[in-house]
């Protein structure tokens, strides 16, 4: 079970506190005795303890929000001199590094660092697609070359789609929403504090925006040293976000319409009926942002099965091989999709997806997907995107 931060827990508290959490259970099950010491005013104390027979090691965890060897070893070399100051006189020290995903060659960096400067120490690099490097006494047991597995690859990538669902793809919608203009945007539009005042604004549980912040101090996507809510990194965020939508393969049925000329006519009441918007390049055209032609226009309903239900008798599934005159989609956000998604022209008839919607969906699209994509990003994301400075 899941606990919430205080608000005002920094991102590399967060970082860290996962960090543990992941190293203590590997050791746990290679069969080590795990302990976290308890703290005493003025002593100096471990993250953990280890030990496994005559092996007992002082456990120093630094967490990084990257890889990268210029931000592990300095890392490295400051848990080392703690674990050290912290280990008692029938324990070693031992300094680990933990980063989301770090290369053998990084890994193999850091070792051979903590070999020439500190030979006396244990050393661990550790990332969370499954790649364990040790060096010390009893610690080769715990390599594991996970970060170049192909099977854990695809379970990073599943795990990479389960961190944007429905609602917290809406929370991030409100959490940007003040860098859009509301007529590509709908969402609410104000700086957030904390957990409570993001989960009144966005209409979800204090749980579920307690767990959201949670996964962004973990990631590094979020700062709040201005006293509010603010993203960071939204580069890497954006193209991380455009990866998991695009993981989900979509459900859609492409129907006819038997009356000739009448798609348009029928679309349109489609959407008056409930919660439907236009979708993909429909919608980017509908906000002047489209080049796409020859495209036949898609759709969001919250359920295919209802939409199809509820159709007139000249409404059917398209045979295949056959032109539609227009593609019903499943949304699989229905929160975020139809919270986010605006009315063109003032009609209830002509609600479209939002432009980060948009964005999302068309960048894996066979029909110059990708190229309708940079064309949105450049026109309106770009500034969004890159602001406040993330590097």
Same mark, same amino acid.
């Given at each position: 079970?899941?606990?919430?931060?205080?608000?005002?827990?920094?991102?590399?508290?967060? @970082?860290?506190?996962?960090?543990?959490?992941?190293?203590?259970?590997?050791? !746990?099950?290679?069969?080590?005795?795990?302990?976290?010491?308890?703290?005493?005013?003025? #002593?100096?104390?471990? $993250?953990?303890?280890?030990?496994?027979?005559?092996?007992?090691?002082?456990? *120093?965890?630094?967490?990084?929000?990257?890889?990268?060897?210029?931000?592990?070893?300095?890392?490295?070399?400051?848990?080392?001199?703690?674990?050290?100051?912290?280990?008692?006189?029938?324990?070693?020290?031992?300094?680990?590094?933990?980063?989301?995903?770090?290369?053998? =060659?990084?890994?193999?960096?850091?070792?051979?660092?903590?070999?020439?400067?500190?030979?006396?120490?244990?050393?661990?690099?550790? $990332?969370?697609?499954?790649?364990?490097?040790?060096?010390?006494?009893?610690?080769?047991?715990?390599?594991?070359?996970?970060?170049?597995?192909?099977?854990?690859?695809?379970?990073?990538?599943?795990?990479?789609?389960?961190?944007?669902? $429905?609602?917290?793809?809406?929370?991030?919608?409100?959490?940007? !929403?003040?860098?859009?203009?509301?007529?590509?945007?709908?969402?609410?539009?104000?700086?957030?504090?904390?957990?409570?005042?993001?989960? !009144?604004?966005?209409?979800?549980?204090?749980?579920?925006?307690?767990?959201?912040?949670?996964?962004? /101090?973990?990631?590094?996507?979020?700062?709040?040293?201005?006293?509010?809510?603010?993203?960071? /990194? =939204?580069?890497?965020?954006?193209?991380?976000?455009?990866?998991?939508?695009?993981?989900?393969?979509?459900?859609? #049925?492409?129907?006819?319409?038997?009356?000739?000329?009448?798609?348009?006519? *029928?679309?349109?009441?489609?959407?008056? @009926?409930? /919660?439907?918007?236009?979708?993909?390049?429909? !919608?980017?055209?509908?906000?002047?942002?489209?080049?796409?032609?020859?495209?036949?226009?898609?759709?969001?309903?919250?359920?295919?099965?209802?939409?199809?239900?509820?159709?007139?008798?000249?409404?059917?599934?398209?045979?295949?091989?056959?032109?539609?005159?227009?593609?019903? @989609?499943?949304?699989?956000?229905?929160?975020?999709?139809?919270?986010?998604?605006?009315?063109?022209?003032? /009609?209830?008839?002509?609600?479209?997806?939002?432009?980060?919607?948009?964005?999302?969906?068309?960048?894996?699209?066979?029909?110059?997907?990708?190229?309708?994509?940079?064309?949105?990003?450049?026109?309106?994301?770009? =500034?969004?995107?890159?602001?406040?400075? $993330?590097?």
């Amino acid at each position: 079970m899941e606990h919430p931060e205080p608000n005002s827990e920094p991102s590399a508290a967060g @970082r860290g506190e996962h960090a543990q959490e992941l190293v203590a259970g590997l050791f !746990a099950e290679a069969g080590w005795k795990v302990r976290r010491p308890p703290p005493v005013e003025g #002593v100096p104390r471990p $993250d953990l303890v280890v030990r496994r027979g005559s092996v007992s090691y002082a456990v *120093e965890v630094k967490a990084a929000p990257e890889g990268r060897g210029d931000r592990l070893i300095p890392l490295w070399s400051q848990a080392c001199l703690q674990a050290a100051r912290a280990a008692g006189p029938r324990q070693k020290p031992l300094a680990i590094v933990v980063a989301p995903r770090i290369a053998r =060659r990084v890994a193999d960096q850091v070792l051979r660092f903590a070999a020439e400067h500190a030979p006396d120490a244990g050393a661990g690099v550790v $990332d969370f697609a499954g790649r364990r490097a040790f060096r010390g006494e009893r610690l080769s047991g715990l390599d594991a070359a996970g970060s170049d597995s192909r099977a854990l690859a695809r379970v990073a990538a599943a795990d990479q789609a389960n961190r944007f669902p $429905d609602a917290n793809q809406w929370m991030l919608k409100v959490l940007l !929403a003040p860098g859009l203009p509301e007529r590509v945007l709908s969402a609410p539009r104000a700086r957030y504090r904390n957990a409570p005042e993001l989960a !009144a604004a966005a209409e979800l549980s204090v749980m579920s925006a307690h767990r959201f912040l949670r996964q962004l /101090r973990l990631d590094g996507f979020l700062d709040e040293s201005a006293g509010y809510l603010q993203l960071v /990194r =939204r580069s890497e965020l954006f193209s991380r976000w455009q990866s998991a939508v695009a993981l989900q393969p979509p459900k859609e #049925v492409p129907v006819r319409v038997l009356i000739r000329g009448s798609a348009p006519r *029928e679309m349109r009441r489609l959407m008056a @009926r409930g /919660r439907a918007c236009f979708a993909l390049f429909a !919608a980017a055209d509908a906000l002047r942002l489209g080049f796409v032609k020859g495209v036949a226009p898609c759709i969001y309903v919250p359920r295919l099965h209802d939409a199809l239900a509820a159709a007139p008798k000249y409404i059917a599934p398209a045979d295949p091989g056959e032109a539609p005159g227009f593609i019903l @989609r499943e949304a699989l956000a229905p929160r975020s999709i139809f919270g986010g998604s605006v009315v063109v022209n003032g /009609r209830v008839s002509d609600r479209v997806c939002d432009v980060i919607q948009i964005w999302l969906d068309v960048a894996a699209h066979p029909a110059r997907g990708h190229e309708q994509a940079e064309l949105i990003r450049k026109r309106v994301l770009e =500034r969004l995107i890159r602001e406040p400075a $993330d590097e």
